[in-house]
């Protein structure tokens, strides 16, 4: 994982949430206050106008600089919630141009890690945990297995990690919600998609593809 | 049509916020009406505009009043002392998290009895 | 000096209504701040706005911040996180309720554990 | 009681409360929130108003308009109470132009009951029920010793309410409020005189005034 690897992965799930929008919202609408879509779209563009007037240094440069840029663009909970998964991870990640594979492994975990201190939600409670626990587990996995430094090994892992994550999201449909607002609904909050994982998906999936390529 | 929500302030603009706030969780389906702040516009309550603000909310499911402190919840009470119906009901809930709660189950197109219930859940919830 | 409240709400109307009350109650004696809504104005909550709330609260006697709901407290935990002060606490209350305690508290002039538990209290208040 | 004498009294209510604003705004400043002198002054200066443009048939309905105006147009906690208090005294009397002192002493009762419904204070949580009820035992007790009916018995009935509501409104000083505003000091009400309780005594001593002249 490098400087151009980075950006074209947040610049991958900059274009999947714009063009995601509407469908992060109508989801939002049936739990919640259909805002996700276009805090996503705000977030991440704002990351992109950031990250096009900077030159960071290092992968972990970029990632903070999203990070923040989410935690103070974005109206919403997925504002803070991402914004410090993303500051946790570039703040892990070891200085330098490059970092290799399981190096960014942990990063993404800290991320995860700072999501969930933050949040306080726990797998099953319907929200971004259950995209992003998956998605972590599964990129560690495929790494454990496949072994392999180099963009080789993370693509793999991606691909793994994309995967798990659409499974974890299509899993919060049968949940109920415990945390954010859709836990307002109780019960009723059952049967209907996580916004939250759902975006947490086209993020690991925008990474999948940026790494392939 | 679903319950409607009153919203018994002794500040205008803290209703209002509040009615905003609904609105985004709840969408137009629920009726929420204000009373904020004194006849004169200023700090207090007033029982005419409460009682204006739950002809306003009245619908055929009932209207839930939400009161946020003291002289609103006696006023409140009051209007409905002297408008008794079985379908307007005086809650106690905290007022924020108890409107929020009650728009967005009112939305759903709960019954009287289950919005009035989750605004007075919302004593019990934690927000950290 | 007294301790320092600040009101962390997605509409700057709440906020700000619910700033007159505590004005109210408490005179010039207190320190009352507002964060509300998005940067653009709209409905939300702003980094930016909460950090800059909390500067001007501060004082040698401590703040308590208090949240209306979910990103309010994520967005003012994650401020915290970033910019830690033993003197600035986050604090669990129903949002109306426990910032009118809370002012009533520190206009007496009592220290941040006494402001920070009246309003956590108020989830034990009940209205009727 | 007639309608000159229900009248004569809410007239030097009015005066006593304009009179004393200040003093009243002030003790509320203590344990409330500065409001009580102009609440009770804009309230009692409505009832004014009003009874000028009514021509009502009897004590009865000078009370129950007067409680109409004042839950109508005081902004604060005092304005239910006392008029939920006057309309239920003027709704107790009997229909006539003049009442005798039993009849009134029964309607100022049955004032004090609506204003425990509306407002749950019991004696002792340092509210307007701590000059009220004793106000009222003591015009009983008047009533009962000295017997009389017509207004010589009225005066020295109230002139006997009044001395029992300032007792009262004294040793709401100690006390710690359990009702209103005041009551989220908690002990820090403790050594403070109660507003409503001091508002209160100014009505009775103006019942006292009205009656003795
Ligand atoms: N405490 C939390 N922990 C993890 N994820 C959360 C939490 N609260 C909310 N979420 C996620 O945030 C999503 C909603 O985000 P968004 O609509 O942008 O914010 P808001 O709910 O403030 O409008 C939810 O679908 C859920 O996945
Ligand atoms: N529930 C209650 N029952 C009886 N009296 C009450 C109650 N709540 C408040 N009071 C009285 O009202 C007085 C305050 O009145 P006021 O200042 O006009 O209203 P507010 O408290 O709304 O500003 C208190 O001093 C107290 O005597
Ligand atoms: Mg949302
Ligand atoms: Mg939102
Ligand atoms: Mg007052
Ligand atoms: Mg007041």
Known sequence: MDVALARAW??????????????LTSLDAAIGDSDHGVNMNRGFGAVRTALAGASPAGPGAVFTLAGTTLVS???????PLYGSAFRALGKALPEGAEVDAAAFGAGLRAGLDALVKLGGAAPGDKTIVDAYAPAVDAYDAALREHGGDGDGGLAAAARAAAGAAAEGMRATVPLQARKGRASYL?????GHQDPGATSTWLIFQALADAAAT | MSVGI???????????????????VAGDTVAVTVAGGS???GLG????LIRDAIGEAASGDGVVVLPDLGSSVLTA?????????ARVRLVDAPFVEGAVAAAVIAATGADLDTVASSAEEAWHARKL
């Not at chain 1, 947040?10 to 469908?23: G, M, S, V």
């Not at chain 2, 009470?77 to 119906?85: G, S, T």
């Open chain 2, 6 to 24: 009153v919203l018994v302030s002794h500040s205008a603009d803290l209703a209002a916020g509040l009615r905003d706030l609904l609105r985004q």
């Open chain 2, 39 to 41: 006849d004169d516009g």
């Open chain 1, 186 to 190: 109780g019960e009723r909050s059952i």
């Open chain 2, 45 to 48: 309550t007033s029982y005419d």
């Open chain 2, 77 to 85: 009470r009051a209007v409905l002392d002297e408008h008794p119906d």
């Open chain 1, 10 to 23: 947040l610049d991958a799930a900059a274009d999947a949430l714009a063009a995601r929008t509407e469908e």
């Open chain 1, 73 to 79: 663009k974005v109206g919403g909970a997925s504002g």
